[in-house]
């Protein structure tokens, strides 16, 4: 029965980047293309977007947000307003020279992100201060030509969503910041099941044009971090470098003050490389494009195939499916294993007599007998049980990953014998981040939100401290 | 009360291309860019794309496609396999000469539309019969370099669907093809209240690289068509071209059959030419983003604000607004009927006494008094009122508009001083089509799947009639 015919992965502790290939490929996730870095989402990969959109969707219109679409292409002297932002974006973008049969007059980039499209759109469409706020996102790609590609976390094309908001004081802008960073906190926790760390980027790590960038910091399965989503706040920067202006209610002119945030495509790597295990993906129930599989044992052997389509449409409400292909049950099992699909019911002509079905855990690998009628009530249950079995999980994962330096032979210590996070304290001194790089990989993550004394000095140059920072080797 | 405060649009008799632009603007839907053809999707706008997303995307799943996502860009090679299509698209494409820093060795086109790369993919994907058929749909934008661009009409760059598909047989990919059209011709004709003309187009007209295109047209309020979705029957022309195979049951190797089908936001254009009127957009309910504003007189006395919010609170599962806003009554009017809310509620001290609103629809202008008790009740109903009666007096603009005509003489005559449809019989040479077009503007809008016998005769050689065609000229 349990025989594996789904072709093996490689396991996690042999090589992880191979099992990460491995999986998203027997996945059905992407195609790769004639193209490096650019990627086909099959139907089981985008999915699971569509799910994330969805939720995202939903919790950024409750907050006020509306959506919008600005153009793919920005001109070169768009781009070049504002000095940080050119400088940052500038080495990776694609430049379309040429329209239909004749060279432009200007080159056109693809968007790699669309702060100066919003910008230049804003100053058209911003007068008063009755025109705020502006609080707009867009479901976009964008495309941003990287030198080494990895399939959802690094590609040369992304989907993603970008907001983009203006607003009349400094303080609405922080707040409309932090708003959306405990968004994206809050649905990484409660629909992906992954726990993470709310913290500020240092001068060095955030991005270029912006005043503060925050971050949200995931923990992988192999003791890298992931960055999973960033906010950032721009104070009036671009506003004066596109002259985004608004009369207030004094009748004086004033700048905007503008943020941005934004998430990727790259959750979905998050999802593989947190819950995954060596039987492929495993999904969070409240992102799993199928949440119940229904495998008929025996299903040629009258009443299988009817009572398996009965239990499915008894769980209406769920995304279930019946596997009614002609592979064998242990090829079934294994392929939906490989899927990540959260709960698995078979039933065979002896359970159709019993009225009971198996029902197998993903997560967990559990089984129990259950009754045909009771499952109605039982598989939404176990769903949220196995929603949140994974956070803890995941979260246990990430504190037992997570370590405190206090002198630089611990933090070296660490960083090459023990993958995960190290909080440390840090001078603020750029140098300092850069050594630490150089000579071990890591990086800052994050100045977290939630502040620790763990020693006076810096873990590097032995200055006095003056932020905890979580520091690691990353994606 | 019925005072404009909203700046007059020009009238629809006067100028109908400078109503359109301005129904377009002042209803807030679009913003232009610095990049000519370039446009923003304004909130007001994109609310009533995702709606129209919302919508198909349902019935698209309903008869089992699947979404993807595939590259923006295609490598030049891979665009010139197939001969008829390259010769279509090239002329018109977007090309990406540098990535980073560096000239690229192939230039990409940005996708003026996604047949060759679904191919590619198809080609890598499919193998056996088991993996048939393929039925894939993506949601994207695609550029075009028009040299002529209007709002939603025409723009080098517009949001659409594509959906792809890979098929055993020829049978089968023709009833996809027919079963899409149908499906848009429903949607139209359901959600959009658009009556539409289903039928083939002649060789001239269809796609490039089809065997044949089938439309639904539809007509717009001056009397000219406009083709408001595709569907597309390859044969095995693609699979020669790229080398699509499969192995069937005999394990004899196949080309694959394959369609491809496409809607775009041109649709918006259509719902404000068929349904708008001199005072803005007439949004048919199903795909309003508000369907009820409830608008507060006197809304600082004691009571209003809070019978308004009662009201929309009331009405939950329909889309309500209350516009609280400092704007006199008259000017909110106006603002609504621009916008093309389907019902307006009006409600000030006296109506609140009285447990009372003024509902005023926007598609006739009709003002009624009801209770506030009622609306629950009656304003759901009200709606799906006003939805069939868009439709039905669509049908009708379209079925008085529509004329035969039995000799060049009338059909002259027709085209001349009748803006509409001309059913006409044909020959079914290209070379009459092109005269014809040469003559009179008008183009074969297609031949429609229920033909008519109006003469023995081609309206314009004289020849045998082959077909009975609509004729228009078109957007």
């Known amino acids: 029965m349990a025989e594996k015919k789904v072709e093996a992965i490689t396991s996690m502790e042999e090589d992880f980047a191979q099992w990460y290939t491995d999986v998203v490929l027997k996945a059905d996730l992407i195609g790769y293309t004639s193209v490096k870095g650019f990627m086909v989402l099959k139907p089981a990969g ?15 219109k409750e907050t006020g947000v509306e959506n919008v679409y600005l153009p793919l292409l920005i001109p070169e002297s768009l781009l070049q307003k504002e000095k940080d932002h050119v400088e940052g974006f500038a080495p990776e973008v694609a430049w379309v020279t040429h ?11 693809v968007r790699p992100t669309s702060e100066t ?51 009349a004081t400094a303080e609405e802008a922080e707040e409309r910041t932090i708003q959306m960073l405990n968004v994206y906190a809050d649905f990484c926790e409660q629909v992906l099941a992954i726990p993470v760390i709310k913290g500020q980027k240092s001068e060095k790590e955030k991005f270029a044009g912006a005043v503060s960038t925050y971050t949200i910091e995931a923990l992988m399965h192999d003791g890298k971090a992931l960055q999973s989503g960033t906010s950032h706040n721009f104070g009036d920067g671009f506003a004066r470098a ?23 495509t790259r959750l979905i ?28 044992i ?17 769980l209406s409400g769920l995304r279930v499916k019946v596997d009614k292909t002609d592979k064998s049950p242990g090829f079934k099992f294994a392929e939906q294993e490989m899927r990540g699909i959260p709960i698995r019911l078979e039933i065979g002509p002896r359970d159709v007599e019993a009225g009971q079905v198996i029902c197998v855990r993903r ?25 949140k079995d994974m956070l803890e999980k995941a979260r246990a994962h990430r504190d037992a990953h997570t370590y405190v330096a206090k002198t630089w032979d611990e933090f070296t210590d660490t960083v090459e014998n023990r993958p995960g996070f190290i909080k440390a304290m840090w001078c603020g001194e750029t140098a300092c981040e850069e050594k630490i790089k150089e000579l071990t990989g890591a990086t800052t993550r994050c100045m977290p939100f939630k502040q620790e004394n763990l020693a006076d000095t810096c873990v590097c140059c032995g200055k006095p401290a003056k932020k905890m920072v979580y520091f690691g080797r990353a994606y």
């Open 99 to 109: 329209g239909g049969l004749s060279e432009l007059q200007e080159r056109l980039c």
């Open 298 to 314: 025996q299903q040629k052997k009258e009443g299988v195939l009817d009572a398996a389509d009965q239990i499915a449409a008894s």
């Open 117 to 167: 499209l919003f910008c230049d759109f804003y100053q058209k469409d911003i007068t008063s201060y009755r025109d705020l706020p502006k609080v707009y996102n867009q479901w976009c790609s964008v495309v941003r030509w990287e030198k080494e590609t990895r399939p959802f976390l690094r590609s040369r094309e992304f989907l993603w969503q970008e907001g983009h908001t203006a607003h």
């Open 269 to 296: 790597g998050a999802i593989i490389m947190v819950h995954g295990d060596d039987n492929g993906l495993v999904m969070p129930p409240r992102v799993a494009p199928t949440q119940v599989m229904v495998v008929p």
């Open 46 to 60: 985008y999915a699971i977007w569509e799910l994330i959109q969805h939720e995202l969707d939903r919790r950024f």
């Open 363 to 387: 997560d967990t690998g559990e089984k129990e007998t259950l009754s045909i009628e009771s499952l109605p009530e039982v598989i939404p249950q176990l769903l949220e049980t196995i929603q």
């Open 242 to 264: 596109f002259g985004v202006q608004y009369t207030d209610k004094e009748n004086k002119l004033q700048y905007v003050h503008q943020t941005s945030w934004g998430m990727t």
